[in-house]
């Protein structure tokens, strides 16, 4: 229901958009759609993992980043076709398909049966089961046996998250590394008109660069650790991001360099949600992955001033998008292993299957 009010109220908001008569009017539809964005991946990206197991928890969610890459790459042709007309056809163009695509949202997706759990609504869980052709004795550690169970709404989940100290430090490393992420992912996707390219084929070839990422995060998902993959990513991102500074004037040197920290960028984009699906329990799950969305958008609202500030001074953004992925990086440091980890439903579950994990590593 969420990811459906999400985007539709998103895509109404985005089309009314085109009656704007002046900037404060514009500003706020543009806020207001902004906020019913924000949950959308989220939202998806939870449901995706909920709903399959452990074995394909990873892949699964790599197919709808996929889906958002080829959005993404829809954005230079609309822009490119209609780069005559007015503002209002773009909005126009990007409004209406995705109200249809809110029709088949509400025909098509089903509910997470371990949320309805959660929420106590045993017989609509069984009735998704039953309607993914599962069976009951594969759902995850019985849950639907389990008869110690109580609503998790929205602030009380925040309550738990804060009040909690383990989860309250995963949650403060997501953040830090979503901020970097999040930063220098979209600042290089802003940042290619000082690079004195083409904009149409340098966003283009950018969005291209997504594509092989998701094969190659599709195949290591399940093979390398996510802790290894976040620091390395982040590091080799940040290094090419910082030697765009030494190298200027070169443009080949330079469109290779930014193609290749966007490249590791994507890479960690792509782990860091499915990471933190995994950090959490199901009563959570939603609230911390959105809270680490949050800091994601947050450094991409901050990218654009990086990006106007670096065409006088190519430091203060590409350098400073260097050090701060490097930096936001070694926060990983602070968060546990979670590859082949079953997933959680209750805090006191998590806490026990951390605790084994703990008791085996030692």
């Known amino acids: 229901n969420l990811i459906f009010l ?16 002046n900037i404060w009017i514009y500003s706020s539809l543009r806020f207001v759609c902004g906020f019913f964005r924000a949950s959308i991946i989220t939202c998806a990206l939870v449901l995706l993992t909920e709903m399959v197991g452990r074995q394909w928890r990873g892949r699964v969610g790599i197919v709808g980043f996929f889906c958002f890459t080829l959005g993404l790459l829809s954005l230079p042709i609309i822009a490119y076709v209609n780069r005559d007309s007015s503002w209002r056809t773009l909005y126009l163009w990007t409004s209406i398909p995705a109200i249809l695509y809110c029709i088949i949202v509400c025909f098509f997706v089903i509910e997470s049966p371990r949320w309805l759990f959660m929420q106590g609504r045993d017989v609509e869980a069984v009735a998704v089961l039953k309607r993914l052709g599962t069976l009951v004795n594969e759902f995850n550690s019985n849950v639907l046996f ?4 109580s609503k998790v709404g929205l602030y009380s ?10 989860a309250f430090r995963r949650v403060l490393a997501g953040m830090a590394l979503g901020f970097g992420i999040g930063l220098v992912y979209f600042g290089m996707l802003l940042g290619v008109g000082n690079l004195g390219y083409n904009i149409y084929l340098s966003v283009a070839f950018n969005g291209l660069l997504d594509i092989p990422s998701y ?8 093979r390398w650790n996510r802790k290894t993959s976040m620091l390395v990513f982040s590091i080799v991102s940040g290094l090419c991001s910082m030697l765009l500074v030494v190298v200027d004037g070169r443009k080949g040197v330079e469109i ?36 680490v969305r949050q800091t994601i958008v947050f450094g991409a609202a901050l990218s654009p001033l990086l990006i106007s500030a670096g065409r006088k001074h190519k430091f203060l953004s590409y350098g400073v998008f260097g050090l701060v992925i490097m930096c936001s990086g070694f926060f990983v440091v602070f968060l546990p292993e979670t590859r082949g980890v079953t997933l959680s439903d209750t805090m006191d579950e998590q806490e026990c299957n951390d605790s084994k994990i703990s008791v085996v590593g030692e």
């Open 6 to 21: 999400s985007c539709f109220g998103m895509s109404v908001t985005g089309l009314i958009t085109i009656f704007s008569t």
């Open 146 to 149: 389990k008869q110690d169970t």
């Open 157 to 166: 989940s925040m309550k738990t998250l804060f009040k909690s100290r383990w």
């Open 215 to 222: 094969f190659l995060t599709f195949y290591l998902i399940e």
């Open 256 to 291: 290779g360099l930014e193609l290749a920290s966007l490249f590791n960028v994507c890479l960690a984009f792509n782990v860091i949600l499915i990471y933190t699906t995994e950090l959490f329990p199901t009563s959570v799950r939603s609230s911390a992955t959105s809270i």
